[in-house]
């Protein structure tokens, strides 16, 4: 369907029934129209840009790519671009901030009001990833002695500029937060009803340096569509929408498998992203990936004149380095999403790694029963042969697991991000260990 909107805007637009084409737009959503948009060629988007009616144009252009944005302020004039920021909400205006390059942030400044550029300017003082840096400062706010009349007044006096009416924050002249109220509340209560009387008390709140990762996952934990923002005077500052939340969230999901995938995260998208900035997002992992990697040569050098003995191990060398790889990042994944989530903690990591031991053992068992049989059956080798094959995975998963497990919560521990010590990472170590263990068990029970 949205290929069909597009090739009919195009349609449209290289006849010229410019009528025809507003009217296909009006009937769309602004993210199917910034999709559309960004589809055409982009010498024809300030045209199409100002077919779109000014509320629509502006919502339209949240959702673009930060190029097409670009693109379009470097055609606005003055004018133009200050009917756009004036249909923005203030946090939508930073995100645009945050991804310009310097001249068009200070064009983009010096066509906003100065509270508004005073609002800018507060909220890019905190640190890239609090709260503080995603909240927007429009939000309705209440006293606790008006009544439920009074409160819907004061909504619809000032609500058409506020991100969201629906959830409400009672404060004093000091701003200090005092309770919540929903507009279901307040259509649920009698006129006459004051709100200290009907608010909810009970406020969960973040705070403004906190993390704004934590502040996602604060919001799901309790299905929050809004979280109020305070700072440590638990002052109301501002507010965090669920749409900023989802978009913290997918961003952090992103750079989480970035890094468990072994590259550097990147704010644009694969198709957008250059060869060369691709190159250098990924190249210094593969080189430390590479150096870390020869000492399982190194190893495999120190027990050459063995294995000239007993040729037949090199042949599960592979096998035994997979598996205990596989179950290493296993654990890995499933300890790193835990921390992500919240759900395990530095104070959890005996209980894990009892938890992982067993089902490394279980594991283990089960490969060891399996390779038991094939070794015998099909590879035809000698009974002490399989011994050391059988001996080596059981040690190996057991080993792998309980450093997949153990390594995560480490690097969380003193500070560093466990999604490093994902796949890759623990693979390479995991190689290293088990192939110390396979010729170690070679050397005692094949007397090499």
Known sequence: MEINMTEKALELLSAKRFLDLKNLFAILNPADIAQILEELPHEHLPLLFR???KELAADAFIEM????????IKGFNDKEL???LDELFVDDTVDLIEEMPAGVVKRILRNTDPETRRIINQILNYPEDSAGSIMTTEYVRLQKEMTVEQAFARIKQTGADKE???TCYVTDERRLLLGVVTVRQLLLAERTDILGDIMETHIISVDTFEDKEIAAQTMSKYDFSVIPVVDKEKRLVGIITFDDALDVMEDEATEDISKMSAVTPGDKPYLKTGVWETWKARIPWLLLLMISATFTGMIITSFESSLASYVVLT???PMLMDTGGNSGSQSSVTIIRGLSLGEITFGDLPRVIWKEARVSVLCGVTLCAANFVKLILFDRVSMLVA??????????VIVAKVVGCTLPILAKRIGFDPTVMASPFITTIVDAISLFIYFSI????LGL
């Open 164 to 166: 969201t009416i629906y």
């Open 82 to 84: 200050r009917e756009v």
């Open 51 to 53: 077919i779109l009616p």
């Open 315 to 317: 042949a599960y060398i």
């Open 387 to 396: 011994a050391v094959v059988c001996s080596t995975l059981v040690a190996t």
């Open 442 to 445: 070679a050397t005692v029970l």
């Open 65 to 72: 790519d930060n190029d097409s944005q670009e693109l379009l």
